[in-house]
């Protein structure tokens, strides 16, 4: 199965790098005027970058179930 | 023309006469709207009383800082917009968005008001719908100004699940989208939420937020 990730709205990023800054996993890097996953795996999906982008351009999405 | 049949499932006409439903349907019109467009902006001109026929639509109204204030989640059978139609300024009060995909009965407001003076059927069941929005919107002003984010944080989780329970779909939710649900913002949202699992209420795991708790989730939501 997919390893699910933040969905990330490259055309809205303005690639302030508050997220790379706050990713607690150090999951996150530039390439090529983009914000990319360096290593998938090691996101935990918690959310913080999502919290911390100005722009809005970060989505982490939860089902909310018993 | 809509059928009579289409126009009675609307939960406003559902007590109607016949010969009302009838004059419904005659100045009805159906329009359709794709996932996400806005279907009005506040403010403007208000042009019509609006009945969701499917999908899903939010009532909002947002601050100059950008922030979003939720006011309902609307589905098939209930309506929105019916407030200008007895103002003087005639404005849309909020903005109205699809959720997804969404077929809308509108009626224009002349038609509207002409339909009650001349249907006391119709004008009763506006008292009542009035009547139920002003409980609902009281109710809310009250777990705002009343209850902590924990709280409403609480209520609104144990209330999400219990649906997730009733229902086959899968509904998702971002930390943002759950802030302006309730009255918050994203980052004490993310913040609760992090406390909450850290307390053994709740466990998150990637796109899954799990109560585990219910007897201390309802003491944080007040509803033991």
């Known amino acids: 199965m997919d390893l699910v990730l933040p969905e990330i709205d490259r055309a809205v990023c303005n690639l302030c790098g508050n997220c790379l800054a706050i990713c607690p996993e150090d999951s996150l890097y530039v390439e090529s005027d983009q914000i990319v996953f360096k290593q998938p795996v090691t996101c935990t999906y918690c959310a913080l970058c999502e919290e911390a982008c100005p722009q809005d351009a970060i989505r982490c999405e939860f089902e909310i179930t018993w | ?224």
């Open chain 2, 1 to 224: 023309m809509l059928s009579i049949d289409q126009v009675k499932n609307l939960h406003l006409f559902s007590t109607l006469r016949h010969a009302t439903l009838q004059q419904i349907a005659e100045v009805s019109v159906v329009r359709e709207y794709k996932k996400d467009a806005v279907i009005l902006f506040e403010k403007d001109e208000a042009d019509g009383v609006y009945f969701v026929l499917d999908g899903k639509v939010k009532v909002y109204r947002t601050a100059v800082s950008g922030r979003e204030q939720v006011l309902m989640v609307l589905q098939a059978g209930q309506d929105f917009n019916l407030v200008p139609a007895f103002l003087e300024n005639c404005h849309n009060p909020a903005n109205v968005q699809a959720i997804d995909k969404v077929n809308l009965l509108v009626i224009p407001i002349q038609h509207f008001k002409r339909l009650v003076q001349n249907n006391s059927d119709l004008a009763l069941a506006l008292l009542e719908n009035f009547s139920e929005k002003l409980i609902h919107l009281t109710q809310k002003i009250t777990s705002i100004s009343l209850f902590p984010v924990r709280g409403r944080l609480a209520k609104f989780l144990i209330e999400q699940a219990d649906l997730s329970a009733s229902r086959s779909y899968h509904v998702r939710w971002t930390q943002a989208e759950i802030a302006s649900q309730i009255g918050s913002v994203r980052d004490v949202v993310g913040r609760t939420l992090r406390e909450f699992e850290k307390q053994g209420l709740i466990h998150i795991n990637r796109q899954h937020i799990r109560l585990v708790n219910r007897a201390l989730l309802e003491l944080e939501a007040n509803l033991e």
